[in-house]
């Protein structure tokens, strides 16, 4: 018969405490509530009142949160509001998925969705990536993982906007819907050097 000392089972009730700690920090939900400015970067605009980080679901609702710098967020949930501004944000976690449901893509910013990162396009809202103020320039979205796509939206472009699916980059239309121009600015570009498949449809 095994005895365990008061200490080791202090020991083990400390690593379930912090593992329980880990486990609850693993995926926090933080939304955009904008108090002064739009800015991204100030963990003021965000409930709880902290910085996203690669842990961390960034829900953006309503508004337009401006990226300005080079900001790195485990995923995102636009369900509602736009992402706006100059900078590139890249999605990293590889453990749970972003969303994109409604809402846009503004400004000349870059959203980069990371190695072994799935970004899914779902719900019959059409998905908009543009600038918006001016004809060319409009938001790029880089693939370096994957990209589903679904449900009964378009995804359109203007301004120029781009979509860059890289080697590594994997694109699933699973629907049948237009992949095209707004009409407004300059006509986006699809680049592709990774795999694009289509699984619905005839196109």
């Known amino acids: ?55 961390d679901i960034a829900a953006i609702l309503t508004g337009t949160v401006g990226v300005n710098a080079t900001p790195s967020v485990g995923g995102i949930a636009l369900t509602g509001g736009n992402i706006g501004g100059n900078g590139t944000l890249t999605l990293t976690s590889t453990t749970f998925n972003s969303s994109w449901t409604n809402g846009m893509l503004t400004g000349g910013g870059t959203l980069v969705i990371g190695l072994n990162h799935t970004l899914a396009l779902t719900g019959a809202d059409n998905k908009v990536y543009t600038h918006g103020s001016q004809g060319f320039g409009g938001h790029v979205i880089r693939n370096q993982g994957t990209i589903t796509w679904a449900g009964g939206g ?5 301004d120029g906007g781009a979509i860059i699916n890289e080697s590594t980059g994997v694109f699933r239309a699973n629907n049948d819907q237009v992949l095209g121009w707004t009409t407004a600015g300059n006509s986006p570009t699809f680049s592709n050097a990774g795999l694009f498949q289509k699984s619905a449809g005839v196109g």
């Not at 690593?15 to 963990?43: D, H, I, K, N």
């Not at 378009?154 to 203007?158: D, F, H, Q, T, Y």
């Open 154 to 158: 378009n995804l359109l472009a203007g």
């Open 1 to 55: 018969m095994s005895v365990r000392s008061p200490l080791s089972r202090s020991v083990c009730a400390f690593g379930v405490a912090v593992s329980l700690a880990t486990l609850a920090r693993a995926q926090t939900l933080l939304t955009f509530s904008p108090t002064v400015s739009p800015a991204w970067e100030s963990g003021a605009n965000w409930t709880p009142q902290q910085l996203p980080g690669g842990s």
